[in-house]
């Protein structure tokens, strides 16, 4: 049975993949959720009063009914994932981590802090890529969350578990972090990229399951792009918060900055060729915009399609149009609650115009 949703992201991250994740997590009640990466990224949910800023745990956490999933390719840092755990009062029994999950420790975040990869491509040096050179080189000090006494209660066969879930009807979703952008094989951008792959075919790899198995892949896309602080390599059409602030008509400065470093963001004019880019690698079936609100102030908190300025909806329809893939999903503020699920009107108006065509017939 295709049960398997991915979520990934078609720019430089913090496109929004924690707010849609969490948003189906709840909204189609979601069995699994497992997540990839590591934590030089963070997931942001907004939701019903609350903020979740998570690097290690799924963001289907604020389902209590969704098992938690951390992906055999993914590397953990121990210490902040117990930080997570007790944030979120989440049960052990929620959790579980594949026995091959990687470990990095202060040791790495130091030996990175250490190099000048801040400076160079803009790194979070969260340990991330000296771990995973660690895991590729078989360093005798890397080790695997079957190796730390303290994630015993948490371990599992999260590739079984899965598949398993799978023959029993159950659903998915595949957590994916950062974005196309950022792929450390497919980016036009190295070496100002992240320390692995960040497509579909990736995350599906992290986490042990075939492509066959996939129902969807909803890919992400912000209408601002952002990148991290400083040198973090190039963005075309570049602008200032400011400016933005200006074309929005938003009442007051909008600024975003990333949750690992708490640094301001950069920020750039849309770039319709790099999300073409990230539309043939990944074969998105439905994409996910966020940020109408950047678009103009007047689409804040709309939740109706109709509503949205007719200006925005033809800057919709002109994206659909170019990357042929229908945007199910428009954000109009960073809250869950800030969201337009256009899923149910798309396939009632799609039946209609079938009806009306067997009518003709």
Known sequence: MKNITVIIGGQFGGEGKGKITSYLAVRNNVDYVVRCGGPNSGHTVDYKGERFILRLLPVGVINPKTRLLIAAGAIINPELLFEEIKFC????????????????????ILEEKGSSLRERIGSTLSGMGRGVAKRVLRDKDFKQAKDIPELRQFLTNVSEEINSGLEHDKSVLVEGTQGFGLSLYHSPYYPYTTSRDTTAGAFLSEVGISPLAVKDVIMVIRTFPIRVGGNSGPLANEISWEELQRRSGYPHLIQEFT????????????????????????KPTQVALLGTDYLDYRNKSLSNYQDLIKETQ???????QEIKIKIMFIGTGP??????????AIKYRDYKAIEKINILR
Do not use: H, M, Q, W
Request: glycine share 4%; hydrophobic share 35%; charged share 40%.
């Open 89 to 108: 009062n989440l049960e052990p029994s929620r959790l579980g981590i594949d026995y091959n999950t990687g470990i990095i420790s202060e040791k790495e």
């Open 259 to 282: 949750s690992v470093t708490k640094r301001l963001r950069r920020v750039a004019k849309f770039d319709l060729e790099l999300v073409k880019k990230a539309v043939v690698i990944n």
């Open 314 to 320: 033809e800057f919709i329809e002109y994206i659909e």
């Open 335 to 344: 809250t869950n609650e800030e969201l337009i699920d256009r899923r149910d």
